[in-house]
């Protein structure tokens, strides 16, 4: 195991740069996700971290050593990808050992290897079986398979889960949590979907246009986005924005841009009639007959366990989850609260968050 630094790396083709300045401390034993939008520069950086990326500035240490001018094979790292690249030719016995029979060793010894990960991985019954009698989760079973054998000290994946079924990605990102959890190796994983993220990382670090925007635990980056990217990259269905003003009075309260009052618990540190952005995701939006804000249903759709309901409120469109046996229809009008103590607030300008003024909290 090892730990991995990252540090003011900078990636350029030519005069395009598309990774600037990236500084990363990943802990000896960490899950690390790097996660964001397509052309955000997570794949890139995983492949610097690998070897198979020249690193244009900066430096990359594996434990405690730059590995900048290393080979691949001599930074003790192992690589899983979207596409298994597993050798169609070979069993999964042969496929997983490959590694260890051109690294020069003993049969008995790639035997004992191959056979120990197949039993951890559930792949014992597969080990003659060539990959095109494989299903997708079996294949990305070996592809995990052949990067254990080799005891690496840091696992790289590069949005392993991307080629399967919805039902087998929940499946395989338990399964490679708990192997996390056995091993206790370090992982540093791509992904560009947050729910992946957020179920199975100990860090994440959202990455935009080669930029860290934000970097912690799942929790941290939910409850407290560093910026609006952040706050609606994180979370399902994403956080709603609604533009607006505060009260001109200083109470806790927005001024849409149609006139529109919604009342809130609290306010931001700012000053009155100050143009903010509301962030409030739709689990924390509740239907309220008495001090609601009216809007109009556009679509509606249950889940079963609740109903996502699509509204237009003040010429904005934004979703709100809601009971599953809401009594409307689409076309009619239901008052919506946002008085929710955990909406957020962000600058209309700088799209940064805004802290809440602990004063402003209304009849507390």
């Known amino acids: 195991m090892a730990n991995v630094e990252i540090s003011a790396v900078r990636k350029s083709y030519g005069a395009l740069e598309v990774v600037h300045g990236v500084d990363i401390d990943i802990k000896d034993g960490e899950f690390v996700i790097l996660v964001g939008p397509s052309g955000c520069g997570k794949s890139t950086l995983l492949r610097m971290i690998a070897g198979l990326e020249e690193i244009s500035d900066g430096a990359v240490s594996i434990g405690g050593r730059v590995v900048n001018n290393l080979t691949p094979k001599e930074r003790n790292i192992a690589m899983v990808f979207q596409n298994y690249a597993l050798y169609p030719q070979m069993t999964v016995a042969q496929n997983m050992g490959f590694s260890l029979e051109i690294s020069g060793k003993s049969k008995a010894e790639i035997s004992s290897k191959v056979n120990s990960t197949a039993e951890i991985l559930g792949l014992t019954p597969l080990l003659e079986r060539k990959p095109s009698q494989l299903s997708g989760g079996q294949r990305q079973r070996v592809a995990m398979g052949r990067a254990i054998v080799r005891d690496p000290a840091v696992f790289l994946f590069d949005e392993p889960l991307s080629n399967l079924d919805a039902n087998l990605r929940v499946q395989m990102r338990a399964e490679i949590k708990a192997l996390h959890q056995r091993l206790g190796t370090t992982i540093v994983y791509v992904t560009h979907d947050q729910i992946e993220a ?55 309260g927005l001024t849409l841009e149609d006139g529109s009052e919604v009342k809130l618990q609290h306010s931001p540190q700012g000053t009155s009639n100050q143009a903010i952005v509301l ?8 239907v309220d007959p008495v001090n609601g804000t009216p809007a109009v249903i556009k679509v509606m759709e249950p889940t079963g366990a609740d109903t996502h309901v699509l509204v237009e409120l003040a010429g904005q469109d934004l979703v709100a989850v809601l009971p599953p046996r809401l009594k409307t229809t689409v076309g009619e009008t239901i008052p919506l609260s946002f008085a929710s103590p955990n909406v957020h607030f962000f600058d209309a300008a700088s799209e940064a968050n805004i802290p809440c003024d602990p004063k402003s909290e209304h009849d507390q």
């Open 198 to 252: 957020m179920t199975m990382a100990d860090r994440i670090v959202v990455l935009r246009g080669g930029v860290v925007e934000q970097m912690g635990t799942p929790m941290d980056l939910y409850d407290s986005p560093a910026n609006m990217f952040v706050a609606g990259f994180l979370g399902s269905p994403s956080m709603n924005f609604l533009k607006g003003r505060l009260a001109a009075d200083g109470s806790p």
């Open 279 to 286: 962030g409030i995701r739709p689990q924390d939006i509740a």
